[in-house]
């Protein structure tokens, strides 16, 4: 026995033993061997424990050799898993026919990573269409529903720091993965964790390892009678993608052209930039009228060298150099996507000012433009108010529900996550119904359903019409917000967190809420402070004081923390952990006739839930910074 296997449990010595066997990868290899041979427990322990869980919609961490982070030989295993899910769903046969889209974006071995994803389906003779360089992630569903392919996967951490890297997984219907497709998967991977020689021979042959930088366009890639990628392809995608986009949610053509109001758009030293321009071209915009860009930040860059962390959610922080550039070209509005290009961010120019809108407020004015265009819309005009739907997350504003019971159209709420969202338009379509838009606070909006997850391109492009036509009849962003809360009710919402980097702490926090002292509902407190709570609904749990059974009507999730409490005088608080980041979130909304009320009221509930319920000094919790 090695003087490892001493000092490890049996479970630890296992896992580094198996991947020094299974790793084809030599640095990384070596890495764990030299670490084995130095007996560096410590060391090991955080590369290997805990494996990394395939959740919210497929896989997100650092970058780094192991089995707890992201590197080849977890992409090779992962990759390997969802192959044979896909296999024993939908048959061999079928998925050799129908095959894969797969997609990357511009961080470090993100194109590897693709590269060995589409390896893997080579190696079992599945078709595998791979772009031949950066795409945005809403390019990926979007692909696959227009070839029918069986899956997808978009390799990309999103917003997260440069160190991370992800592997988000779409199923045949363009939505991302839920239950119990991801449960199918995961343990798919595990039984399929041994490399399959055919796999690292195809591998070696058309994907030679070059660079970890994902930016570098390489040389051809040899020829495979099941792989598309070139250009023709992407580009064919694109033509596609825009085209379907102008069809659904243009409203000017005709006037486009002719548009003058700038707006400033950033990137965020992601992908955005070569898809924005694209879909703006066939919007019929006049870039050089309209287009002011944050040149240090418009062009891919891993390092992400301008910003902390990559998240224009973050806040007027993340947008410094954007507004500079707003200031200095005289644009009125910012618009920002997230390194991925699947989320927006807007803020305006208030009294010289600027203001970032919630995603909440964005959501607020996507609604009221699908609402007054859909009779506009050659698709919708001819459909009944009462066969609209909209959808949001449980933990977004209810202003769209609020909306609903005026207008008469259909609201849905659904889990956090658009995986959950996707899926509910999609649900809706297929019962009828026609899904109009959709929503989560974290600034992920689907305006229309050519695709089922969250677009930062088409809706960019809607909000850059909406901006130009707002400007031509003389109102503005924040006039229409106004707008929208004076008819139908004001609404305020705080969406913040607290780091929270154990997961013991978590289940402090959220046992204490269901193990309440004294007088309680089910162990659950009956107040928060001064405010009486009405009812309480705990995901985790499966329970729902609102109903006489006692029954969430919301699906059961067991591997997530969220109990959302809603009290007497209407307002709701939210608590819940993140599925990709290590944070514990809360949303408070309060609505009221004013936003003075709505916004003091709000004020003084959030300060009761976090001295109450969160206790941030009780269990360690770290403040997010604020701008």
Not at 495 to 504: P, R
């Amino acid at each position: 026995m090695s003087e490892i296997d001493s000092k490890l449990d049996a479970e630890l010595a296992a896992q580094v033993d198996q991947w020094i066997k299974y790793d084809p990868n030599p640095e990384s290899r070596a890495e764990i061997e030299a670490l084995k041979a130095a007996n560096n427990v410590a060391k090991l322990k955080e590369l290997f424990v805990p494996r990394i869980a395939f959740g919210t919609a497929g896989l997100r961490s650092k970058m780094a050799s192991g089995y707890k982070n992201m590197n080849e030989l977890v992409i090779l295993q992962t990759s390997q898993g969802l192959c044979r899910y896909m296999e024993a769903t939908f048959g061999k046969d079928v998925v050799r026919e129908r095959g894969i889209v797969i997609g990357y974006d511009g961080r470090w071995n993100s194109k590897r990573f693709a590269e060995l994803t589409a390896a893997v389906m080579l190696s079992q003779d599945v078709k595998v269409y791979l772009f031949d360089s950066i795409a945005c992630t809403p390019y990926v569903p979007f692909a696959l529903t227009q070839l029918n392919c069986c899956a997808g996967v978009m390799v990309t951490a999103s917003h997260n720091p440069k160190q991370d890297n992800g592997f988000k997984v779409y199923w045949e219907n363009g939505a991302q993965i839920i239950p119990p497709q991801d449960v199918g998967i995961a343990s798919s991977i595990l039984a399929n964790l041994e490399l399959w020689p055919s796999t690292v021979e195809i591998a070696k042959q058309i994907f030679p390892k070059t660079s970890r930088d994902s930016r570098a366009p390489g040389s051809a890639l040899p020829p495979h009678k099941l792989l598309t990628c070139t250009p023709e392809f992407s580009a064919d995608i694109a033509r596609r993608y825009n085209e379907e986009a102008v069809r659904t949610l243009a409203t000017s053509l005709d006037k486009n052209s002719q548009a003058k109001t700038k707006i400033c758009y950033t990137a965020m030293h992601g992908v955005g930039r070569k898809f924005v321009h694209s879909i703006l071209d066939a919007f019929k915009f006049d870039r050089s009228q309209v287009l002011v860009e944050t040149k240090e930040q418009v062009e891919p860059d891993p390092e992400f060298s301008t910003v902390t962390f990559p998240n224009p959610e973050e806040g007027k922080g993340a947008l410094a150099l954007a507004i500079q550039a707003a200031d200095e070209g005289g644009a009125e509005v910012i618009l920002a996507n997230d390194p991925d290009a699947d989320r927006l961010a807007v803020a305006v120019k208030d009294q010289g000012q600027w203001v970032m809108l919630t995603g909440n407020e964005i959501a607020a004015l996507f609604a009221q433009w699908c609402w007054l265009q859909r009779k506009t819309w050659a698709h919708t005009k001819d459909i009944s108010d009462d066969k609209f739907v909209m959808v949001a997350s449980t933990v977004s504003s209810k202003h769209l529900k609020a909306m609903a019971k005026t207008e008469g159209f259909q609201f849905r709420d659904t889990l956090t996550g658009f995986k959950w969202i996707g899926n509910e338009m999609l649900k809706a379509r297929n019962e009828g119904y026609a899904p109009l838009f959709a929503f989560e606070v974290e600034i992920g909006f689907l305006p229309g359903i050519m695709t089922a997850d969250k677009d930062g391109v088409r809706s960019l492009a809607v909000m850059t019409e909406m901006v130009q036509y707002y400007s031509s009849i003389g109102s503005s962003l924040k006039e229409q917000l106004a707008n929208f809360y004076n008819k139908y009710g004001h609404f305020k919402m705080v969406n913040s967190y607290f780091f929270c980097d154990k997961t013991e702490k978590l289940e402090a926090v959220f046992s204490a809420l269901r193990n309440w002292p004294g007088e309680n509902a089910d162990g659950y407190p009956t107040s928060c402070g001064k405010y009486k709570i009405a009812s309480v609904r705990d995901i985790s749990e499966g329970y729902d004081s609102a109903y006489e059974d006692k029954r969430c009507r919301l699906p059961q999730m067991r591997d997530s923390y969220m109990i959302t409490f809603t009290f007497e005088n209407g307002a709701t608080a939210t608590m819940r952990n993140s599925g990709t980041e290590p944070k514990l979130k809360y949303y408070v909304e309060c609505s009221a006739p004013n936003p003075a009320d709505a916004q003091a009221l709000l004020d003084d509930m959030t300060t009761e839930l976090i001295e109450n319920f969160m206790k941030p000094q009780q269990y360690g919790l770290i403040p997010k910074k604020v701008d």
